[in-house]
């Protein structure tokens, strides 16, 4: 793992911790930005240790900022599934992937994954606060979360791929057409 692919990864996983925390939480479940920043990585840097290695720190970071009563070991498992499951779709989309329509379809599909293994997880392990409904829950946090990762990687993939490209940092996502 190159130096410079760790540097991008920790700039990526720090703003996400400050978009995570600075997010307002509507029903005790805040949209979890941090997402997008995952995801920014793994299609910047598609390599299995770095997606792993990104997966695991934006579990522990999530679960560090979580609002979410008892939401810690549901961070902690949803984000690897999540990267990896993000990981496999967008290696099966050889052709389209470097598109920002299908980087987008991704995040938002990114996105429904992991708020529904985040709710699934933590009504089965901890149960939902005050007894809120899961629909509830997904309503007012993981929707509003899938259109707000969307509109921001649809913004920030083009940036970033004109960054990458010019200071010529190894990724293989750009260097595959």
């Not at 990864?9 to 400050?18: K, S």
């Not at 990585?41 to 679960?63: D, H, N, R």
């Not at 008892?70 to 967008?90: H, R, W």
């Amino acid at each position: 793992m190159k130096t410079k692919n760790l540097v991008v990864l920790a700039l990526l996983a720090g703003i996400g911790v400050v978009l995570h925390t600075a997010m307002p939480a509507f029903l005790t479940i805040k949209p979890d930005m941090m997402l997008a920043m995952m995801f920014l990585g793994i299609v910047l840097i598609p390599e299995i240790k770095s997606v792993m290695l990104l997966a695991i720190v934006t579990g522990v970071l999530s679960a560090l900022t979580t609002s979410f009563p008892m939401g810690q070991i549901p961070n902690i498992i949803d984000k690897p599934i999540t990267a990896l499951v993000f990981f496999g779709l967008f290696l099966a989309l050889k052709k389209y992937r470097n598109s920002v329509v299908s980087v987008g379809v991704l995040t938002a599909v990114g996105t429904l994954i992991s708020g529904t293994i985040f709710l699934g997880t933590a009504f089965f392990l901890v149960g939902l606060p005050g007894n809120t409904p899961f629909t509830a829950l997904f309503v007012a946090g993981v929707l509003p979360a899938v259109a707000l990762n969307t509109i921001a990687m649809v913004i920030l993939y083009p940036v970033a791929l004109s960054i990458v490209k010019r200071t010529k940092l190894s990724s293989a996502s750009v260097i595959q057409k």
